[in-house]
């Protein structure tokens, strides 16, 4: 009787630890709006920058084992935004983005390579498939991933518990290459387009 | 360095304001220059350019001097929102840090910003205006 207090906490252990290494769906779906992607086009007339908030889609991540990282990222096309409305809407137009016939970009993550941990978390080459205005490429691109165990709480004052997931990535797309007017006024909008996704995925406690 | 590119601007806009006879200031006794506009507009010894009535100088200076204000207003109003090169933004960019997953986003504060179109369109206005001045000074 005396060993049933050890005995339990032997039981708990055994039991919780394949649930720790279990992989995670982690939700970046966020209602905070910190979540987003920004972009800057540095053409030599006019640089352009711009976000868009408009951030969905689940990651499933094991900590264990990283490299089985696999989920998708979508952006709500009108959801990109620039710091003036005439230029907004010619950037969603049917000439540029036309985001009533392609309301989405996406990011379909098939493999992980070259992975590595460093202070920040781990740091990897992640290929996928990266669609924007109906055309579909497969790119590789450098992304952090920080996984935040039980600070879903922090972040939700309390209100849900669970782990968080940053992930962290700049990579360089061609517009050429997806259809965005190719070759076209490259004086004031840059043929290459920077991306910075910096997104926070929630894993509530079951 | 932005002092010394208000001074030097302010400087300008007073010898501008001279030069056009706008605004006094002191010179020789026996100096004749009184300034473009006023030379232009009263001075009876040039048979083209003259203004032929009290009410044809007044509408002559008065749209010069508005065409003036709006130059200079332009050029000052862009300058002191900070002389933003590209076009005029509606909102501005503000950058803020996630304090719990340290992640950078970009959240907007709506704030008219002037671009080089809104003192294209100024100063081309302004033009506009003195050049119509200038025509009723011929008249």
Known sequence: ?206 | MSAQIYFEAAARVMNTLIFLGLLETKRPKNSQFVGVLPKLCNDRSMSKIRAQSAFGRSLCRGLQLAGLILILGSVGYWMMTGAHTGFSKNRVEVAKIDPITQIEYVDYEERFVPGIEFLSAGTVAGLGLLAVGFFFARK
């Open chain 1, 1 to 206: 009787m005396k060993n049933i207090p050890g005995i339990l906490s032997a039981v708990t252990i055994f039991a919780a630890t394949p649930l720790l290494a279990e992989p995670q769906s982690f939700d970046f779906d966020d209602p905070k709006g910190v979540n987003s992607i920004s972009f800057t086009l540095d053409a030599p007339l006019e640089q352009i920058n711009g976000s868009g908030k408009g951030v969905t889609g689940t990651v499933t991540y094991d900590p264990e084992n990283p490299e089985a990282t696999s989920g998708t990222i979508v952006i709500a096309t009108d959801s990109l935004t620039v710091t003036n409305d005439t230029m907004r809407d010619h950037m969603l137009g049917d000439g540029w983005l036309h985001a009533e016939k392609y309301p989405e970009i996406s990011f379909v993550a098939q493999s992980m390579s070259e992975v590595e941990a460093t202070d920040q978390g781990i740091r990897a080459q992640l290929t996928g498939d990266f669609s924007l205005k109906g055309v579909t490429q497969t790119i590789t691109v450098p992304v952090t991933l920080t996984y935040l165990p039980d600070m879903l709480g922090a972040r939700t004052n309390g209100r849900a518990e669970g782990d968080l997931l940053v992930i962290r990535s700049n990579f360089t797309i061609n517009r050429s290459e997806y259809g965005i007017k190719p070759g076209k006024n490259t004086d004031k909008v840059a043929e290459e387009i920077e991306l910075r996704l910096a997104i926070a995925g929630a894993a509530p406690d079951a």
